[in-house]
């Protein structure tokens, strides 16, 4: 029998970026090393228990501790741009990754293949995100700090007491280019990271060629395009809270634990999900159950075997059949 008929489903698991960083934010090489450990412990019980895995992940804290080092040695050095940032921290986050899962691999007496992509997402050149950037990235710096940045063509706002901070595009993920690499991996009975951060955002010219972008794309948006066109079964971000609420800071907030894609829209619709935390979330598994997916789940890590199955966290599922 084929590894291929022996797997119970193919299963996309989008790690947020506490899973890459100390449980106080730090972003030592130490503290990421342990996180990734920890993390990967989660992830190869997954594929010990049968299941085709891909592995996609934040990159935040590791762009922002380059942005940093953009920044002191901007008099010395040009800063280097946003989609090399995100090809750096791709690399560095994917070995980091592969050596942690290929030891929870053997713990778990597990022995797949692993591979990391660097991997290159689409966006349109015209999102009006590049006339209008308003992701803020990075630490703030006071007024000459941030001149002497703009200096360098990027974009920076006042923002008051606290000083300035630097904006940039978050353009909608349109393709992830590098897909048919990590199709090609996975059939073969690879466990593959891949679209880090989202991706490398890259533009298509007119000509056809492909350029790299000043931009930040939604990690958890890519993964669900990502998922899709893998054909995975199941979403599961995994983040640091069990399951998504409604009523969120009231005396009235409750978990949400399995649910209908309409359902799920409808609370979306009535507010329920902050834009800049568990929104983008809510988005990427409706996104994903409105393409075709089985099922998308939001939960924390230490809960992620239990959420492939559906038996635990924020469980989003198609709507029934007539």
Not at 85 to 94: E, R
Not at 109 to 115: N, Q
């Amino acid at each position: 029998m084929s590894r291929r008929s022996e797997v119970t489903m193919r299963v996309l698991l989008a790690l947020g970026g506490n899973a890459m960083t100390g449980p106080d934010g730090s972003a030592t090489p130490a503290a990421q090393i342990a996180a990734v450990t920890g993390a990967m412990e989660a992830a190869a019980r997954l594929v010990a228990a049968g299941h085709e895995l891909v592995i996609t992940h934040g990159n935040g804290p590791q762009v922002g501790n380059l942005l940093v080092k953009n920044e002191l040695a901007a008099h010395v050095v040009p800063p280097v741009p946003l989609d090399w940032c995100g090809a750096q921290t791709q690399g560095t986050l994917g070995f980091t990754i592969l050596d942690a899962l290929d030891a929870a691999l053997a713990r778990a007496g597990a022995t797949p293949r692993v591979a990391a992509l660097v991997t290159r997402t689409l966006v349109d050149r015209d999102d009006p995100g590049f006339t209008h950037p308003s992701k803020p990235v990075g630490r703030y710096l006071d007024e000459a700090q941030a001149r002497r940045m703009i200096d360098h063509d990027q974009v920076w706002e006042d923002r008051g007491e606290k000083g300035w901070r630097r904006v940039v595009a978050s353009p909608e993920p349109l393709e992830v280019l590098d897909v048919g690499a990590a199709r090609t991996l996975v059939d073969a009975g690879y466990v593959v990271v891949a679209a880090g951060g989202g991706g490398i955002p890259v533009v298509r010219e007119p000509d056809g060629t492909l350029r790299g972008v000043e931009a930040v794309i939604d990690k958890d948006l890519t993964a669900a395009l990502l998922a899709r066109a893998l054909d995975a079964h199941v979403l599961v971000i995994a983040t640091d809270v069990a399951h998504a609420a409604v009523g969120f800071g009231t005396d009235a907030q409750r978990d949400l634990g399995r649910v209908t894609l309409s359902e799920l829209h409808r609370l979306a619709d009535d507010g329920e999900f902050a834009p800049g935390s568990m929104g983008p979330k809510v988005e990427a598994v409706s996104r994903f159950v409105a393409g075709g997916g089985a099922r998308g789940v939001i939960t924390s890590l230490t809960h992620i075997t239990d959420a492939v199955d559906g038996a635990f966290g924020t469980v989003v599922e198609p709507d029934p059949t007539a």
